[in-house]
């Protein structure tokens, strides 16, 4: 396990839409092989400085697709929920043994406010 | 509309794709040689070496040897409506005319293809092998 030299990479922006249901699929190469997600779980938290916006956890909203990929699944209704607005957030990995905490990428997390609201 | 960060770790290089749509577990790509730098604008011959459809993070061996009298910009050609992928890798074959990891040029769209170029002109003696991140 080799640790990051210069924190997680920044620039990872997402813009959703409210109301709307929320994919996303991220692939994770290193050199070109596609990282493995068998011993290691991913987080993810939406903040507004210390506010918890929206949390996405490991086999709830974040599924493994093969090959170093990731997709992300939040419901339209929890979608809905949301006040529209620029955020910011993280990805962080988790391993168990040995227990190492690595944030992969962060970013800002804009949600764009819905016209049609869900009846 | 896919966004793509990378970063270094221990001389390893990482790259994100965070995209809209699913990666597509075949990928449709061409690759052959092109006498002129770009395929938009200026009239020039295009040799189609190559077809395939082929899993992400495979490898595909494509042989330049039978068109390749002159040195040439060597091409790839994708799908438009998939995720963009920057970053093609070739074995040392090619005698260092494309390094691993080497970033293809992208040169635009073409009928719904994005069409990567080499930066320069290369001549290949034998195959090479590529393979998508």
Request: proline share 4%; hydrophobic share 40%; charged share 15%.
């Amino acid at each position: 396990m080799v640790t990051s030299f210069s924190g997680p990479q920044d620039g990872a922006n997402i813009v959703a839409y409210r109301g709307d249901t929320f994919q996303r699929w991220i692939r994770i190469t290193r050199n070109g092989v596609g990282m493995s997600f068998d011993d290691n779980t991913i987080r993810i938290q939406v903040r507004k400085g210390n506010s918890l916006i929206l949390e996405l956890f490991s086999a709830v909203h974040i599924f493994t697709d093969g090959d170093g990929v990731l997709k992300l699944l939040v419901s339209a209704e929890v979608m809905a929920a949301l006040i529209p607005g620029t955020y910011d957030y993280d990805a962080q990995q988790q391993f168990t043994s040995p227990a190492i905490v690595k944030t992969l990428f962060r970013g800002t997390f804009s949600i764009t406010d819905d016209i049609t609201k869900i009846a | 509309m896919s966004t793509i960060i990378g970063s270094a770790e221990s001389d390893d290089e990482i790259e994100i794709i965070i995209s809209t749509v699913p990666f597509n577990s075949q990928i449709k790509s061409y690759w052959g040689w092109m006498s002129t730098p770009d395929m938009l604008v200026v009239p020039q011959i295009v040799v189609l070496q190559g077809t395939a459809n082929f899993a992400t993070g495979t490898t595909i061996t494509a042989n330049f040897q039978p068109a390749n009298a002159a040195p040439m910009y060597l091409y790839m050609a994708e799908r438009a409506s998939e995720p963009t992928k920057t970053k093609w890798f070739a074995n040392d074959f090619d005698f260092g005319n494309i390094g691993p990891g080497q970033t293809f040029y992208v040169l635009g769209e073409v009928g719904g293809w994005r069409v990567y170029r080499t930066t320069g002109k290369t001549q290949f003696s034998t195959t090479t092998e590529f393979r998508i991140s």
